[in-house]
């Protein structure tokens, strides 16, 4: 009737010379602890996201935006604390060969021509070579990672630069 219990007959022997009655059974804590595991196995060998779903109004009305009522739940939720967590850190980030070929325009002789540097040499050199605050990125493993704002200050500099370039072209 039940799996991994042994009734009297196939254990053959009562409770002397035979197994102990409980030791076939599993507990309800080992159960849960086994299912805890493989639980925990799942999740670790996928990339979960997570949706916060925000109403727009009490009423369902489509199109009615009861702003009091989406800025509480964006507080509740803690979506705003993790945007102010985010704006902290680094949350502006780019691969290393899309940096040195959108910002190499900034200072072109700081990547040597005709040999080969890897991207992530050639964005250290140019960024070394920028007048920037060192403070303000870090370097990752296959990214380039910025303070909130840097990265608009480098497009700056590159729209400059490039606007430099067209008027010497057409001159």
Known sequence: LFPGTQSSEEGGGGKKGGKKKGSSFQTASALFRENLNKLMTNLRSTHPHFVRCIIPNETKTPGAMEHELVLHQLRC??????????????????????????????NASAIPEGQFIDSKKASEKLLGSIDIDHTQYKFGHT???????LLGILEEMRDEKLAQLITRTQA
């Open 77 to 106: 939720n803690g979506v705003l604390e993790g945007i102010r967590i985010c704006r902290k850190g680094f949350p502006s980030r780019i691969l290393y060969a899309d940096f040195k070929q959108r910002y190499k325009v900034l």
């Open 143 to 149: 990214k380039v990672f910025f303070k909130a704002g």
